[in-house]
């Protein structure tokens, strides 16, 4: 037992030589943590070639501000500045005890013009939403289905939307809406998409960040949507988007958009398409990045840029004032003029 | 290429140790054949930091459970075991609650030959190439406000040459044992391993990226009973070197059963 303590003695005290092995815990500098967060962007963030961002002159520009900030609140800024100079709607960062700085881009402060509680006031009057509260859903005029999906937030719900269909059973056409659909869980999105699958397709792929060069990319994956169920919906389906359908959404729109069934209705998407990954700085703040370039399935990306619907429509103020919602009339009328 | 040429150099070095060791074991000197099995269990103590998952060292402990098999014939030892452990992990700044956890396994082989010329389950140093095998599994949990967890992946194997000293100690043994790998294969995480299409790199590597070394400190009370408890203390300690390092250093102690098999030692 005298061989066993000494052991177990022996452990305790080379924890003390952790540090020798490890190294020193980072300083927590501003300095420091500005170099932690300039690299690891340099190492993982996808999108510099393509937005022509020059990241050494970015660095260059706002280390000197980072180091001379006063407190947290004013360094946290500079680095949201910084961060900002991206343009890009899934880069932030959180710093500790405050709400997360992120970029505010033109996406973010456009109105789309679109309005919920008008949908369901004056559309959709008998609705109600799928168990777990995902979706919700009832019949427009003229005998078309409407499922509006507000976000992909969560994981394994897509079997509500064959619940949500099978209840919608007498509607002739679908009118799904992701308009002002904030994004969420990726996966979701093909799951959805493949409830109207009739075959695999390809509707887009991801290029991922693999090394240190901000050219450094794997090859091009190909991004699937296959049917995912014995119960398969043959009925004509019109999605719905706006400048303020995100991410996800608009990597259900890319998945929808290969289906012959299927037409896109409303104005172009966000653009913002970068599949974020969570880091944190040794301060504790956390900060997300895009690490991966989405492309459509004729390779062309659409960060920045968004996804073109089939059927241009742009919601105006003045229609707002009416009380009117011009993207989801459009698809009404294109559902009546295709319905049996 | 140059890399690559000293590794396979290094692996052609390592496999002709052991063909010579396991050679040496149909010499005029092989007679005795002895083999045991062990199972011990007990407390690792891990620190790492590896810069895929966070710039920070993480610290903590967990349980560990580790196989072992080995085969004593003339001259020639040979070793075969099994590990594994799961450990949680903290941040060692208080002001980060940001937590590791760790699901590691190990895989151990090695070949040895008494070098003075004593056979059996004798006193005495060993030498020979050893191929160790770890696989880590690192779920990462950030504190920001989504709570979200990241997964991350290291799997290492190597070849290097290891040495075995072993000593009687009134009625038990003790028994040192000290490797180092000189070349290997790794794969790491680039990018985290739950995130779609996740990346890991692989790359071959020589002691210029991967060094480190690996030891056991074991007693055995009864030496020449068919059972003995053992009582184990093991380490290892990695620096890996590339654009996302990984620095690690392992401690376990555990308590276990030996069984023995054949001839014992005079």
Not at chain 1, 36 to 54: A, G, P, Q
Not at chain 2, 109 to 136: M, Q
Request: net charge positive; charged share 15%.
């Amino acid at each position: 037992m005298r061989f066993l303590r000494s052991l177990t003695l022996a452990l305790v005290l080379s924890g003390g030589c952790a540090e020798a092995v490890l190294g020193p815990t980072p300083a927590p500098d501003h300095g420091s943590l500005f170099d932690e967060l300039w690299r690891e962007f340099d190492l993982h963030y996808s999108f510099f070639e393509l937005k022509r961002v020059n990241w050494d002159s970015l660095g260059a520009h706002y280390r000197p501000l980072a180091i001379a900030s006063a407190n947290d609140a004013a360094f946290a800024s500079v680095l949201g500045r910084m961060l900002a100079e991206l343009k890009d709607g899934h880069v932030s960062i959180t710093p500790v005890g405050v709400s997360a700085v992120r970029l505010m881009s033109r996406t973010d402060t456009t109105s789309a013009y679109y309005s919920s509680s008008l949908v369901f006031s004056k559309y959709v009057p008998v609705s109600q939403y799928s168990p777990a509260r995902h979706l919700r859903y009832g019949m427009l005029s003229g005998g078309a289905g409407y499922i509006c999906i507000p976000d992909f937030l969560g994981n394994d719900w897509a079997g509500e939307l064959d619940l949500a269909i099978q209840q919608l059973a007498k509607a002739t056409s679908i009118v799904i809406d992701v308009r002002s659909n904030s994004g969420g869980t990726y996966a979701l999105a093909a799951q959805l998409a493949g409830r109207f699958a009739d075959r695999e397709r390809i509707f887009g792929y991801v290029r991922r960040r693999s090394g240190p060069g901000h050219g450094d990319f794997t090859d091009f994956t190909a991004e699937t949507v296959a049917p995912v169920s014995a119960q398969r919906f043959r009925v004509r389906v019109y999605v719905l988007s706006n400048r303020r359908s995100f991410s996800t959404a608009e990597n259900f729109i890319l998945a929808m958009r290969v289906l012959p069934t299927v037409t896109i209705v409303g104005d172009t998407s966000a653009g913002v398409s970068g599949a974020p990954i969570v880091r944190e700085l040794s301060n504790g703040w956390t900060y997300q990045l895009s690490e991966w370039i989405e492309y459509t399935p004729d390779h062309r990306p659409f960060e920045g840029i968004g996804l073109s619907p089939g059927v241009y429509v742009r919601a105006t103020a003045t229609d707002m004032l009416r009380g009117t919602d011009a993207i989801l009339e459009r698809a009404v009328a294109l559902a009546a003029a295709k319905a049996p | 290429m140059a890399r690559v040429n000293a590794a396979m150099s290094a692996a052609v070095l390592c496999l002709v140790s052991v063909q010579l060791a396991c050679a040496q074991s149909a010499s005029p000197y092989a007679r005795a054949v002895s083999s045991e099995l062990s199972i011990s269990a007990g407390v690792a103590q891990s620190e790492r930091r590896d810069l895929a998952a966070s710039p920070l060292n993480f610290g903590g402990r967990g349980g560990d459970l580790l196989l072992g098999y080995a085969r004593e014939r003339g001259r020639t030892l040979l070793q075969l075991s099994l590990g594994g452990g799961l450990r949680t992990l903290a941040s060692s700044t208080s002001a980060v609650a940001s937590t590791e956890r760790l699901t590691e396994t190990e895989l151990h082989a090695a070949a040895l030959r008494h070098v003075d010329g004593r056979a059996g389950n004798a006193d005495g140093l060993s030498i020979g190439a050893s191929f160790d095998a770890n696989v880590t599994f690192t779920a990462h949990s950030y504190r920001d406000a989504s709570q979200r967890v990241s997964e991350f992946v290291l799997g290492v194997a190597t070849l290097g040459p290891v040495a075995n000293w072993k000593r009687t100690i009134g009625s038990g043994a003790l028994s040192a044992q000290l490797g180092v790998p000189i070349a290997g294969f790794v794969q790491h995480s680039y990018s985290p391993l739950n995130a779609q299409y996740a990346l890991t790199n692989s790359r071959l590597v020589t002691i210029g990226a991967l060094r480190g070394s690996s030891g056991a400190l074991s007693y055995a009370s009864f030496n020449s009973a068919r059972f003995s408890p053992v009582y184990l203390y093991r380490f290892a300690v990695m620096r890996y070197d590339d654009v996302q390092q990984v620095r690690a250093l392992t401690q376990s102690l555990s308590v276990g059963m030996v069984a023995r098999f054949g001839p014992q030692a005079q």
